[in-house]
């Protein structure tokens, strides 16, 4: 499936975050303990099991908190709404409501980066055919929300189908089908 898995450290005190533990718990295990990090959370950008798959594993070799948007059904110890902020060490990421591939997405965007899960790709988005699933929602996200960001923010998407591994805003902007001006409707219709 394709899927990425971010760990985000604070330099400062080596503190970090686990963003969308799913495949290949084992070489997670050995970049963490190889660069001594201490996983304070992890952060689920939805509840998909492609993105869920790992919390378990990485709740008990980490005893990390598992972080979730507030309508996300899955078990986890912290509820985030948006504009919420996820602190690790010295460093802060801001959580941005993005509802459209599932009701519980969200962004975190900081640091000149966005990790977008599903909401976003290099060249595509999330599909809205899911149960929670909505093309006016993501619409609603990918316009009023995404498309108003710096547009050198540093795209990390939540699986690698694009023609790149990352983006920026501003590309997605200009090349992105998906994120080019449109109406609701006319939007609603290309997503099928």
């Known amino acids: 499936m ?9 330099e400062d005190s080596g503190e970090a975050i686990l963003i969308d533990p799913s495949w290949d718990l084992i070489e997670i295990e050995l970049i963490i303990k190889r660069n001594d990090l201490k996983i304070k959370y992890i952060v ?7 993105h869920t798959l790992g919390n378990e ?10 972080i979730q948007h507030e309508s996300s059904e899955l ?12 602190e690790f060490g010295n ?4 959580v941005y409501h993005t509802p459209g591939h599932s009701k519980d997405s969200i962004c975190l965007v900081g640091d000149g980066k966005i990790f977008s899960g599903d909401t976003l790709f290099v060249g595509n988005c999330g599909r809205v055919d899911l149960p929670g699933g909505s093309a006016k929602e993501l619409y609603h996200s990918l316009f009023d929300v995404l498309y108003k960001l710096d547009d050198n923010l540093v795209l990390y998407p939540g699986h690698n189908y694009g023609h790149a591994e990352t983006s ?19 939007f609603v219709e290309m997503m099928g």
Request: no cysteine; net charge negative; charged share 25%.
């Open 75 to 86: 078990n986890h110890d912290i509820s985030v709404k948006n504009g919420d902020v996820i």
């Open 91 to 94: 460093s802060k990421l801001t």
């Open 57 to 66: 594993g990485m709740t008990s070799s980490t005893s990390a908190k598992i």
């Open 2 to 10: 394709q899927n990425f898995t971010y760990m985000v450290e604070d």
């Open 168 to 186: 920026t805003i501003g590309k997605e902007k200009a090349t992105n089908l998906v994120m080019q001006k449109r109406t609701e409707q006319e």
């Open 44 to 50: 689920n950008t939805h509840h998909h099991f492609d």
